[in-house]
T-cell receptor, first 116, second 109 residues
Framework: GAVVSQHPSWVICKSGTSVKIECRSL??????MFWYRQFPKQSLMLMAT?????????EQGVEKDKFLINHASLTLSTLTVTSAHPEDSSFYIC????????????FGPGTRLLVL | GQNIDQPTEMTATEGAIVQINCTYQ??????LFWYQQHAGEAPTFLSY??LDGLEEKGRFSSFLSRSKGYSYLLLKELQMKDSASYLC??????????WGAGTKLIIKP
């Protein structure tokens, strides 16, 4: 299947700092990427849909000024958590959709964020 | 509204067979996906069904009935490494994935 990478895999930061997470599709071009958040023992929660060259579409309840998404190229999307607080500590996972008849989403390995 | 239902947790024995069911009600249908997620890891793609019937892939098979809004994932010859959460997701008419809460599968020796 298609390969999606995410960097970094772990982040520990102080409250009030900003953290950038990168998501790359390694062997295909992804016009659409997705950002999810998952709290322990809970299901995936879609945060936003990112389309290359246009503004991201945020899900209800997700602050677009706090979670900045940039999809600068067909292989890279970034999520920046601005002024992170302890409640932002979570597992952040990106996925990239392979266009075609299956429209399958492939997930990156995820980024664990711990805000102290 | 859109809804995906799957059991919260199931237990099975190593070497046995287990069937994880998923029922859905969505606005439109462009396919149903099954993903496996081990604890602490991101989901990995298992299968995709868009036509009715059974798709077999090694020890895993996935079945779809669009008229019934129903799918199941069948796991044969269970191994301890199959202990994970299994996520059912339906792609709606806008090509957005609607996710179930996942079924935690516990394999006992």
């Amino acid at each position: 299947g298609a390969v999606v990478s995410q960097h970094p895999s772990w982040v520990i930061c102080k409250s009030g700092t900003s953290v950038k997470i990168e998501c790359r599709s390694l062997d295909f071009q992804a016009t659409t990427m997705f950002w999810y958040r998952q709290f322990p023992k809970q299901s995936l929660m879609l945060m936003a849909t990112s389309n290359e060259g246009s503004k991201a579409t945020y899900e209800q309840g997700v602050e677009k000024d706090k979670f900045l998404i940039n999809h600068a190229s067909l292989t890279l999307s970034t999520l920046t958590v601005t002024s992170a607080h302890p409640e932002d500590s979570s597992f952040y996972i990106c996925s990239a959709r392979v266009s075609g008849w299956r429209e399958t989403q492939y997930f990156g390995p995820g980024t664990r964020l711990l805000v102290l | 509204g859109q809804n995906i239902d799957q059991p919260t947790e199931m237990t099975a024995t190593e070497g046995a067979i287990v069937q994880i069911n998923c029922t859905y009600q969505t606005s439109g249908f462009n396919g149903l996906f099954w993903y496996q997620q081990h604890a602490g890891e991101a989901p990995t793609f298992l299968s995709y069904n868009v036509l009715d019937g059974l798709e077999e892939k090694g020890r895993f098979s996935s079945f779809l009935s669009r008229s019934k809004g129903y799918s199941y994932l069948l796991l044969k010859e269970l191994q301890m490494k199959d202990s994970a959460s299994y996520l059912c997701a339906v792609m709606d008419s806008n090509y957005q994935l609607i996710w179930g809460a996942g079924t935690k599968l516990i394999i006992k020796p």
